[in-house]
């Protein structure tokens, strides 16, 4: 399934479903080296998706289903739902796939069966209680297993489902505005999208976090009086969510206990149960666990693994080996202590540091490369690739940026690449990935080429620039520069890019859509000028912007000897007149006479 947001969407999801086929959401801005690996890989046998797009990728050899130009085709098959004789399927049936990044250097396929998704509708519908009356936004890409936790938070309760438009999807800032128009009452999201949001959303009652570590000050910030915030937790190999917590003010941000029908174990290094309070592996079975991963047989036994405690004469269950550590607290909550692998969540996204590095090394002249995430001096996390070039060999930064771009999502995209001379190693040989320089200390990109760089040149465009450069810093940003393609800015630094903005009453107007509209500080300042101009009448716009530019030295000189001259030709003008009005005056008084009573 080949689609974007939208009401085709959802009603395709259902219609695969009813078929008793899985669906295998792709998304439409994904490289089309990208989309055709998962097609191939999924072995998928039919392609739902508009003429646009199956124009874009002719080579898939399936069937393809446009929904809008074989709309007409679609009407005319029976409405009738189709038999228990034409579709059977059962609790072991595949639901859906979930292509995350991998290890290998490619994506791999999440199976999720039936059961497992009717584990997670169940217990959710029971944690969250969702009322008809509700409105639950749909924010996140089909592709991510979030969106089927939104959209069946809706479709349980039978709520209204609020898709996200590309102006709120772009929104930045202002999306607390389109949710509160919308009456949104159910958000799910990432604790930095949250963070992004100017205002409050004075109709949400339920907040879910999850995807990411939730910082308190964001409880602090949202909590009110009848709303409900909860984190969660789960990988996409147990079916979006595993647990979950109530958080309140005061109270230390946990991922707090299962959900029903999960179960949560702490596990060594040796599959064994650690002591109360120590850390261990986070390995979750139950319903929820996924059947493994697509044509990854090695992969899904290393982890997917035979439950070690499991009761003797009971059938072994198997349990999902997150790689997360974890710790229960002294009131037998679960918390969350980090990583034990190259395996990062950046903005709510999975990403595999191995699978961008064998994207690195394909590059020409890159001899090795490493990836890591470091945070900005925004405090947004960002991704910074290390190259090492190969002797003798020209580094092209723009070349392998292009290359990038078309094997992996943007998200996935480093925002910085540096060069240096070798990796880090540990004793072992292995990388020694907390070693690699950090962003701070990491050089400032060598100023473009005198034809290609340009500094700001009006007094907008200045404006624009300083904020661009304390975000970038220590990059060298040039006026021409693409926010996202040459910088690796991502939707959150715009927002936070288009709150600095604000700050100043100039710009008090500018949104983040603009930013992708006009991406760079040039395209940006003539649009913000031209909006502004045509926001003043008419007859004053000339000089509006005329008053813009301070005048020059020169100018100022000729503005004080102008007004010398003008004040001196007032004198002789009014001199004039006094000469007329005076001679009027003589004149009428030279021929009145007294009257004779």
């Not at 292009?402 to 880090?424: K, W």
């Not at 810093?473 to 600095?500: C, N, R, T, W």
């Not at 930013?515 to 009448?537: F, G, N």
């Amino acid at each position: 399934m080949l689609l974007p947001r939208s009401v085709d969407a959802y009603a395709a999801i259902l219609g695969i479903l009813k078929t008793g086929a899985a669906y295998v959401p792709i998304d439409p801005e994904y490289p089309a080296d990208r989309v055709a690996y998962i097609l191939e890989d999924s072995g998928a046998g039919v392609l739902v998706t508009t003429a646009d797009l199956a124009a874009r990728h002719a080579a898939f050899g399936g069937a393809v289903v446009r929904v809008d130009a074989d709309s007409d085709a679609i009407a005319a098959e029976s409405p009738s739902r189709l038999g228990p004789a034409e579709v059977w399927v059962g609790p072991r049936n595949l639901c859906y796939i979930i292509y995350t990044s991998g290890s290998t250097g490619r994506p791999k396929g999440v199976m999720i069966e039936h059961r497992n998704a009717w584990r997670l509708v169940r217990a959710e519908g029971c944690i969250f209680k969702v009322r008809p009356e509700d409105r639950v936004y749909q924010g996140a890409s089909l592709c991510f297993d979030v969106s089927f936790e939104e959209i069946w938070l809706a479709f349980h309760a039978g709520a209204t489902l609020v898709a996200a438009t590309p102006e709120m999807a772009h929104a930045g800032p202002d999306l607390s505005r389109y949710l509160t128009d919308c009456g949104v009452t159910v958000l799910s999201c990432v604790p930095t999208l949250l963070s992004m949001l100017a205002e409050d959303v004075p109709t949400l009652r339920l907040l879910i976090l999850g995807g990411e570590v939730c910082p308190d000050r964001l409880v602090e910030r949202w909590a009110q009086p009848g709303r409900r915030i909860v984190n969660t937790y789960g990988p996409t190999e147990a079916t979006v969510i595993a647990t979950y917590a109530d958080l309140s003010r005061g109270k230390p941000v946990t991922i707090g206990r299962p959900i029903p029908g999960s179960r949560i174990y702490l596990l060594d290094e040796d599959l064994r149960p650690v002591l109360r309070g120590e850390a261990g592996e986070i390995c979750i079975g139950g319903a929820g666990v996924a059947l493994g991963y697509v044509g990854l047989p090695e992969q899904t036994s290393a982890r997917f693994v035979p439950n070690p405690l499991t009761p003797a004469g009971v059938a072994r269950t198997r349990i999902y080996r997150t790689g997360d550590l974890g710790r229960i607290d002294a009131e037998g909550n679960l918390e969350f202590l980090g990583r034990v692998d190259a395996q990062v969540k950046l903005r709510g996204y999975r990403a595999e540091l191995t699978e961008i590095e064998s994207a690195l090394l394909e590059g020409d002249g890159v001899l090795a490369a490493a990836c890591a995430v470091r945070e900005d001096v925004a405090g947004i996390q960002q991704l910074v690739g290390y190259v090492v070039p190969r002797d003798g060999h020209q580094f092209d930064e723009e070349r392998l940026r292009a290359l990038l771009r078309s094997r992996l999502p943007a998200y996935m995209v480093p925002a910085l690449i540096e060069r240096v001379a070798n990796l880090p190693l540990l004793p072992s040989g292995k990388l020694d990935r907390a070693s690699l320089p950090s962003l701070p200390a990491a050089r400032a990109r060598e100023a473009a080429p005198q034809s290609t760089a340009r500094g700001p040149m009006t007094d907008a465009e200045q404006q624009i620039a300083e904020v661009w450069e304390a975000l970038f810093s220590p990059l060298q940003v040039s006026a021409i520069d693409d926010f996202f393609l040459d910088l690796g800015g991502h939707s959150l630094l715009a927002a936070k890019m288009v709150s600095e903005l604000r700050k100043n009453p100039r710009f008090a107007r500018v949104s983040v859509l603009e930013v992708y509209e006009h991406p760079t500080i040039v395209s940006l300042a003539s649009a913000l000028d031209a909006r502004e101009l045509r926001s003043l009448p008419s007859d004053t716009s000339a000089s509006a912007a005329d008053a813009r530019e301070a005048p020059r030295p020169d100018e100022r000189r000729r503005h004080f000897f102008a007004g010398i001259f003008q004040a001196a030709g007032l004198y002789f003008v009014f001199s004039i007149r006094a000469i007329e009005w005076l001679t009027r005056t003589l004149s009428t008084s030279s021929s009145w006479r007294p009257g004779i009573r």
